[in-house]
């Protein structure tokens, strides 16, 4: 099982970056995705959520500014962020949960390493 992230960059205030996550995980297709980031000193925090059937969420934020979708032929999902502040500014970190099929049963979960993004005021 690996996930990949990348896109991540240095950007100025307004500017625009898309993440995608490349992720080798079984189900994917039945997968709920999903888009974290860490800002130093702080937690981590969602920024968007996508799930198996394609229902999107976002914190409040983002929204409007930032769009998640999959891609379940490429086993990958994206994450198009417009209009970035600094406080966008963070680690993105990409998650995948694979439902359990049986309440007794955890979720499978996994996280990828990280794609830093900065965006100057």
């Known amino acids: 099982v690996q996930l990949q992230a990348s896109g991540g960059g240095l950007v100025q205030t307004g500017g625009s970056l898309r993440l995608s996550c490349a992720a080798s995980v079984p189900l994917f297709s039945k997968a709920d995705l999903g888009w974290y980031r860490q800002a130093p000193g702080k937690q981590r925090e969602m920024v968007a959520t996508?799930?198996?059937?394609?229902?999107?969420d976002y914190v409040n934020s983002v929204k409007g500014r930032f769009t998640i979708s999959r891609d379940n032929t490429k086993m990958s999902f994206y994450l198009q962020m417009n209009g970035l502040k600094p406080g966008d500014t963070g680690i993105y970190f990409c998650n995948v949960r694979i439902p359990s099929p049986a309440s007794s049963l955890p979720d499978l979960e996994y996280w990828g390493q990280g794609t830093l993004v900065t965006v100057s005021s």
């Open positions: 996508i799930t198996a059937r394609s229902i999107t």
